[in-house]
């Protein structure tokens, strides 16, 4: 038995998609994943990529919200350096109004794009370094007595949304342990430190009124077909997708792309890096490399990536993963 099991939706545009398309896709994929039993959504924050537009994620998930009942819908992640923590609390305890006990909030501190990014979100290299600082600001915020004397957060104080820190190396672990916050590692493309850096929050962590003993979300690559074959094909497809996506960053992905070039390409072996951690086949095989892997990590939650190039196959995966796995809802 694994789970629990989540999902973490780019918006992916794929080939001969259209943004509107994601967004459809990104609906369909919440009703089915709440019917089929996964615990949460989340959306992250990723700029000048042509196909990912989860970029506006409060936008999303007050889209996919409005369109589903039950299911938790969240952040993961914001990247709190782009924006004031007030307006994260604002925005976010929106949401918690208007959707209560459905909404979570995952924090980051990368900038989610590149150095030209970077500048256009007026943000500076050193913007990051008050991250910790900017997320018991936002705490606060979102709690019952504002940090800052004579400003409160409307929506937002009060609502407690629940926060989560990101990460891919060893600052955010440490920075969740000594908050006693949940921790989201983020193994579905930085795989280096997961294990050293999931051993150090359990081996920090202290209790808080929030989270009484660690947690842990492991993000993971997931590719559910028919066949083995099948998801191996899709595999190929996806890694040279991405490959691409980079390589041609902020411009629109050409329809077809010279294959033996992008694998020589200097974004190639990060791409075969970012899917060390992978599910990919069958359903029965799928579920039992997830099952390893939450054994290995001690994962208190999964967070599972579906990199295929389509709406259809996507849907399709999730669907496969749930059947296989036993989350029940069918």
């Keep these: 038995m694994i789970g629990p099991l989540s999902l973490l939706d780019l918006a992916v545009v794929g080939p001969h998609e259209s943004i509107a398309q994601s967004f459809a896709g990104s609906v369909a994929m919440a009703t089915l994943a709440e019917r089929l039993g996964y615990r949460r ?24 919200a409005a369109h589903t009942r039950t299911i938790r819908l969240g952040a993961g992640g914001i990247m709190l350096p782009n924006h004031s923590p007030l307006t994260i609390a604002e925005q976010f305890g ?61 929506p937002g104080q009060g609502t407690h949304v629940p926060l989560y820190i990101l990460g891919s190396s060893l600052f955010g672990a440490q920075l969740a342990a000594a908050l006693g916050l949940p921790y989201a590692f983020a193994s579905h493309f930085a795989p280096g430190s997961l294990l050293e850096a999931i051993d150090l929050y359990r081996e920090r962590f202290t209790p808080s ?13 997931v590719i559910a077909a028919e066949t083995d074959q099948e998801a191996e094909e899709e595999l ?6 991405v490959i691409q996506n980079l390589t041609q960053r902020g411009e629109p992905p050409a329809p077809e792309f010279d294959e033996a070039a992008l694998l020589s390409s200097p974004h190639a072996a990060f791409v075969e890096q ?57």
Excluded: C
């Design 94 to 154: 929106t949401l918690a109004e208007l959707h209560p006990g459905r909404i979570d909030l995952g924090l980051g501190r990368a900038p989610g794009g590149d150095r030209a990014t970077l500048y256009a979100l007026r943000r500076t290299p050193t913007t990051s370094d008050h991250f910790p600082q900017d997320v018991e600001e936002l705490k606060g915020l979102l709690s019952d007595q504002s940090p800052i004397p004579g400003v409160r957060a409307i």
């Design 274 to 330: 970012m899917f060390t951690y992978r599910a990919v086949g069958s359903p029965l095989n799928v579920a039992k490399y997830l099952e390893n892997f939450q054994r290995k990590t001690g994962a208190d939650e999964l967070m599972t990536v579906h990199h295929t190039t389509s709406v259809p196959t996507r849907l399709r995966s999730v669907e496969l993963l749930a059947k296989a796995a036993s989350l029940g809802g069918l």
């Design 41 to 64: 959504i989340w959306y992250a924050e990723h700029h000048s990529i042509s196909s990912i537009a989860s970029a506006a994620t409060s936008v999303l998930i007050a889209h996919v």
């Design 209 to 221: 009124p929030e989270l009484e003993r660690p947690y842990v979300i492991a993000g993971v690559n």
């Design 236 to 241: 190929s497809r996806a890694r040279l997708r």
